[in-house]
């Protein structure tokens, strides 16, 4: 259908049985290896059960270490319930960063988690006021 051709393949569809390239081990697993996604039924997570379970441990094992939750986020500065901050670390050497609110974690993730792309939206956004 015309539809199809406009639908982003963000996500692994649960309608074909076909092989997936898991985006942390680079492995291609059958879709039932994929995690179905909690806001969406008809989708699965990128990554894979296995990677899934050890970044979960991973992000318990920072969360355990790192300091209380702050009133506010340390990024922006905006005032949080304390559920409702995200823990955000280096997804390369897993040191804690920060106490996030959901704006930031992610805004800094979609822009790719570095600071060459934060720096490139940056300048970006001062072309666009002068």
């Not at 300091?67 to 050497?93: E, I, N, V, W």
Request: glycine fraction near 4%; aromatic fraction near 10%.
């Amino acid at each position: 259908m015309q539809l199809e051709l406009f639908q982003l393949d963000e996500y692994h569809k649960d309608t074909d049985c076909e092989l997936y390239e898991c985006r942390t081990c680079k492995e291609d697993l059958p879709i039932t290896s994929y995690q179905v996604r909690s806001d969406r039924s008809n989708y699965r997570v990128k990554n894979c059960l296995s990677c899934t379970s050890k970044e979960s441990k991973i992000k318990e094992q920072i969360r355990r270490k790192a300091p209380t939750r702050p009133d506010k986020c340390d990024c922006c500065g905006k005032s949080m319930s304390y559920d409702a901050f995200y823990l955000d670390h280096c997804h390369d050497t897993k040191i804690f960063r920060g106490w996030l609110c959901n704006s930031c974690n992610s805004g800094i993730g979609i822009l790719g988690d570095t600071i060459e792309s934060l720096e490139t939206a940056l300048t970006y956004l001062r072309k666009a006021y002068e």
